[in-house]
């Protein structure tokens, strides 16, 4: 059984940070890409970023030079730094893997974290 727990969200006042963490626990062989997915009320989930085994990232548009997507391999977690949040940024975000069990291609997600910014 492999799990993403997600850690950092809350309530933060426009312009304000946040920093968002994913850690994927159980037997992974391997992660190739991570990601964050984010859904706002009465919205489709979109993808916010993510980043390969390689460290090639991708950013929806709306946080480009706003968001940035990083990743420890070695304590198998991801994290999105929010800088100059805007109350369109408000919404459940999702942590996303996709991963080996040995040779077996798996993909999980996260429970989902409140990021709310309002003032």
């Known amino acids: 059984q492999v799990q993403l727990v997600e850690f950092g969200g809350g309530l933060v006042q426009p312009g304000g940070s946040l920093r968002l963490s994913c850690v994927a626990s159980?037997?992974?062989?391997?992660?190739?890409?991570m990601g964050w997915y984010r859904q706002a009320p009465g919205k489709e989930r979109e993808l916010v970023a993510y980043i390969g085994r390689g460290d090639r990232t991708n950013y929806e548009d709306s946080v480009k030079g706003r968001f940035t997507i990083s990743r420890d391999n070695a304590k198998n977690t991801v994290y999105l730094q929010m800088n100059s949040l805007k109350p369109e940024d408000t919404a459940v975000y999702y942590c996303y893997a996709d991963f080996y069990i040995w040779t077996t291609s798996k993909e999980s997600w996260g429970q989902g974290t409140q990021v709310t910014v309002s003032s």
């Open positions: 159980g037997r992974i062989s391997s992660i190739n890409t």
